[in-house]
């Protein structure tokens, strides 16, 4: 991670609700719209379902042991990866740019800008501003974890410490069944596309 932590002073980053609720109805109105123009097909289906699920098992996973700003979390996938949550969240568009096949592959293009739009916009805002906080919080128990957690990719050697136990409650609660159910519906109306002559 190459961000610096936020002087002492220096007031905490702010979430825009309104700025945040736009960019998820602009997510799905893009899903849909995708939906409504592909042309899917059974090996391509499977193949996106495979990817998107993996990384909906990882994020099921993460949402298990997270427990948002209450303590630095090196639990569980946090072992490997300071952002497994993330890394879920790529694989399932990596599943859903694959299965939903647009004629000349466009679908293939419009995955490379939404990879642009990850690794250009999206990871760095969140590790400025998450790194910032979680800096102001934890310390040099932060800066010792992100010196040697991999920031996406995740490591093969765990990192030592975080023995807590996955949760049900924690999981529900960080509200990882909501992305399940739409990832769920989004593979079901696929299936239902490339089912239809």
Same mark, same amino acid.
């Given at each position: 991670? +190459?961000d610096? =932590? ?5 007031p @905490?980053?702010?979430r825009s609700?309104? *700025?945040?609720?736009?960019? #998820? ?14 042309r ?6 499977a193949?996106?379902a ?10 099921i996973?993460?949402?298990g042991h997270l427990t948002?700003s209450v303590?630095?979390i +090196?639990s569980? =996938?946090y072992a490997?990866?300071?952002? @497994?949550?993330?890394l879920?969240?790529l *694989?399932?568009?990596t599943g #859903?740019g694959?299965a ?6 466009l ?6 800008a ?5 690794f250009?916009y999206?990871i760095p805002?969140?590790?400025?501003v998450?790194?910032g ?12 974890y992100r ?9 093969l050697?765990r990192?030592?410490?975080g ?13 990882e069944?909501l992305v399940?159910?739409?990832i ?7 299936i ?6």
């Amino acid at each position: 991670m +190459t961000d610096n =932590p936020a002087p002492a002073d220096a007031p @905490p980053p702010t979430r825009s609700k309104p *700025l945040g609720r736009i960019r #998820l109805l602009a997510v799905y109105a893009f899903i849909a719209a995708l939906l409504w123009i592909c042309r899917p097909t059974p090996a391509l289906i499977a193949a996106g379902a495979a990817f998107a699920l993996a990384g909906e098992a990882l994020r099921i996973w993460a949402a298990g042991h997270l427990t948002k700003s209450v303590r630095l979390i +090196t639990s569980g =996938p946090y072992a490997y990866t300071q952002n @497994p949550l993330y890394l879920g969240r790529l *694989l399932i568009l990596t599943g #859903l740019g694959i299965a939903a096949r647009i004629d000349g592959y466009l679908n293939l293009v419009l995955l490379l800008a939404g990879y642009a739009v990850f690794f250009l916009y999206y990871i760095p805002r969140k590790l400025r501003v998450e790194g910032g906080r979680l800096a102001r919080l934890h310390g040099p128990a932060f800066e010792e974890y992100r010196s040697s957690v991999p920031i996406l990719v995740p490591a093969l050697r765990r990192y030592p410490g975080g023995n807590d136990s996955w949760s049900f409650r924690l999981m529900v609660r960080n509200q990882e069944p909501l992305v399940l159910a739409g990832i769920a519906l989004v593979l079901g109306l696929l299936i239902w596309k490339g089912a239809r002559p």
